[in-house]
């Protein structure tokens, strides 16, 4: 099935008289539709078993898979259940879903506008105001300050024009409801081969190498499946989980608001020991529990159907992990093998029409982040705030419970001592989240439980990130592990704006500059600047500039004549980017626009030479 054949332009609706009643199957005796009206809020244990999923695509699971997806999903109706009571107490109304009026949206757009605005403009003014800013660190932060607030301008003017109704009819009647980003390669989501995915399983789930600390190995066949991952993770409908949202805040009794809200930032129900349904036990009674639960699996039989026919097109497994806290399109969800040893860890990136998670981007001010990474300094504020907020239950606490869930039902049946290897993907903003969770379990290793072994993050697209003194850290912390090479790979086309276009001096070691000084923004990782064959990659990042730095070989199960001979298939069948697309790279200004799309990280990776990467010295 492509891109342009999803089958979501007739969701079933989501109202709760109307939606089917979840299945039984033969481990999971209690269903959510039997969780009775009038009882005491439920126990969690009954939580843990109930059924989550009623999608025909997922049935005839193993029972491994099964309860995975089930624990998961009461993961993920904790983030609602919070995110519904949240809701409620702030008075906020009704969320803009499928079949919205466009003046709402555009309403709602703008309402986002107003605040970064007024949030980025007083932060210059305090910073201003404090006297410590030196002359260049006062340009600095009012030179970001103007630039985001003009570039944001535009943005929501694209966003009005591009959700147009009539605008929005005409695409979904020439590429179905493909998102943007993925619609220029037909079938793209055919075009990874069975061999390549199988040899990327394979190593996935292989011990790490102790001797692969020099030269570091970028697997392609890892690269191939994360890149499509990545861009899989466009392709879920948000109106699936948006209309969970809107039955928790409408269920939230205003009886239970007396109940605390936010647990503690050190307890059990707050941190990913706690068992999954417990946050939604606590917030609602049995009956209320049983319709949120009921309508996120209603709707996941249309948002998420998609993704599934991938996943067992490929033999994988998914599954949500958190909604973020947010009721935009951003989100993050597991995929794994079900007789696998490993776990990836993916983010959706910034969609192109949703001003929101524009706006997150852009939200580039400095935030302290030491709390949560010890050692670090500051972190871009909009990535920290939707992934490590300060306030409320944080996202990384339900995805560290979600992969603790898959690694211990994993290693059922494994000899004593095998570890389930986690790795991280995602493009874009989802980078950038990839990118901070990562380094939150690098400091954190027991967040994952004891079966879990953090290992490489392949991010592509990844914006600026942090500031020196964070990278130089999380360097630092990366080589301690002798036995484990770990490496977060950060992966650029050509002179992508997300990727390069931002104020990054800090990759630099850039010195003078106080601690306020926006131009400190760098990114983390190893860079992977991909070029066209027969030009070697190149690669940047401080362990390449250290007196001892490292090589980076390219490596795939198959040579590169077999790898060629992949990409000539797709061209006979046609599953190739239209000329015109690449070509737009080469423009000014639009072309570092076009490079950031999924399809053409995915050319350009198919074009790469498997030859050893070479230090990248502009």
């Known amino acids: 099935m492509s891109a342009s054949q999803k089958t ?23 269903t959510s539709s039997q969780v009775t009206n009038g009882r005491k809020p439920a126990d969690v244990n009954q939580l843990h078993e109930v059924s989550t999923s009623s999608s025909p695509i997922v049935t005839g699971l193993d029972d491994s898979t099964a309860r995975i997806q089930q624990q998961l999903r009461l993961i993920q109706a904790d983030d609602v259940a919070q995110m519904g009571k949240t809701r409620r107490i702030q008075g906020k109304g009704n969320l803009i879903t499928a079949g919205y009026e466009h003046s709402q949206l555009t309403w709602s757009n703008l309402k986002r506008y107003i605040y970064y605005v007024t949030e980025t403009w007083s932060v210059y003014i305090m910073r201003q105001t404090s006297g410590k800013l030196t002359w260049h660190d006062a340009v600095s932060v009012i030179g970001f300050a103007i630039w985001g607030t003009v570039s944001l301008a535009v943005i929501w003017f694209v966003c009005l024009i591009g959700t147009l109704p009539p605008l929005m009819w005409l695409w979904r009647l020439k590429n179905g409801n493909a998102s943007l980003v993925n619609a220029n390669i037909p079938h793209f989501f055919e075009t990874l081969s069975a061999k390549q995915c199988d040899a990327a399983k394979e190593k996935l789930s292989a ?11 970028f697997d392609m066949d890892i690269a191939a499946l994360f890149l499509q991952i990545s861009s899989l993770m466009y392709e879920r409908d948000p109106n699936g989980s948006n ?11 205003t009886s239970l608001l007396r109940r605390e809200l936010v647990p503690p930032a050190d307890g059990d129900e707050q941190g990913s020991d706690a068992a999954p349904g417990a946050v939604i036990n606590s917030l609602f009674e049995s009956s209320d529990v049983a319709r949120i639960i009921k309508t996120l699996d209603a709707t996941a039989e249309y948002s998420e159907a998609f993704i599934k026919d991938f996943t067992k097109r490929y033999g994988l497994a998914f599954a949500v992990a958190s909604e973020l806290q947010t009721t935009s399109q951003a989100y993050c969800s597991l995929f ?24 997150t981007d852009f939200t580039c001010t400095f935030v302290d982040a ?42 059922r049946g ?84 997300v990727a390069t276009g931002l104020p990054d001096l800090g990759d630099g070691r850039v010195e003078g500059f106080g601690a306020d000084n926006m131009l400190n923004f760098c990114h983390l990782g190893v860079e992977i600047y991909m070029k066209d064959s027969p030009n070697p990659c190149c690669v940047a990042g401080d362990a390449v500039r250290a007196p001892a730095g490292y090589k980076v070989h390219f490596t795939s199960k198959f040579d590169a004549a077999t790898l ?46 498997m030859l050893p990467a070479v230090e990248r010295t502009g």
Not at 336 to 357: I, L, N, R, Y
Not at 489 to 494: A, E, P
Request: proline share 9%; hydrophobic share 35%; glycine share 6%.
């Open 207 to 217: 011990k790490p190498d102790p001797t692969a600390h020099n030269p570091r190995n």
């Open 370 to 411: 030491s709390r949560d990474i010890p050692g670090f300094s500051y972190l871009h504020k909009g990535f920290k705030d939707r992934i490590l907020p300060s306030e409320g239950r944080q996202p990384y606490k339900s995805i560290a419970a979600a992969v603790k869930v898959v690694c211990k039902e994993l290693v």
């Open 414 to 497: 494994q000899p004593d001592g095998t570890k389930i290897n986690v790795w991280f993907t995602g493009h874009s903003l989802g980078c950038s989240l990839a990118s901070i969770a990562y380094a939150t379990a690098l400091f954190n290793p027991k967040d994952f439980g004891p079966h879990a072994l953090l290992r490489d993050a392949y991010c592509y697209a990844t914006p600026i990130t942090c500031d020196i003194k964070s990278r130089l850290v999380f360097n630092h912390k990366m080589e301690e592990d002798t036995q484990v090479p770990r490496t977060l790979w950060r992966i650029t086309n050509r002179d992508d704006f």
């Open 564 to 609: 060629r001979g992949m990409r000539d298939d797709l061209k006979k069948k046609g599953w190739v980017q239209p000329f015109y697309i690449t070509w737009m790279q080469y423009l000014p200004f639009v072309g570092s626009m076009a490079a950031h799309g999924t399809t053409n990280y995915w050319e350009q990776l198919q074009r790469i030479a």
């Open 243 to 253: 209309s969970a949202i809107q039955e928790a805040t409408e269920r939230s009794d």
């Open 336 to 359: 794994w093998e079900p007789k696998g040893k490993w776990v990836v860890v993916a983010f959706k990136g910034t969609d192109p029409t949703s001003f929101d998670e524009w706006a």
């Open 8 to 30: 979501k332009d007739n969701p079933p609706p989501t109202n709760s008289n109307t939606m089917p009643t979840p299945k039984k199957t033969n481990d999971t005796p209690v």
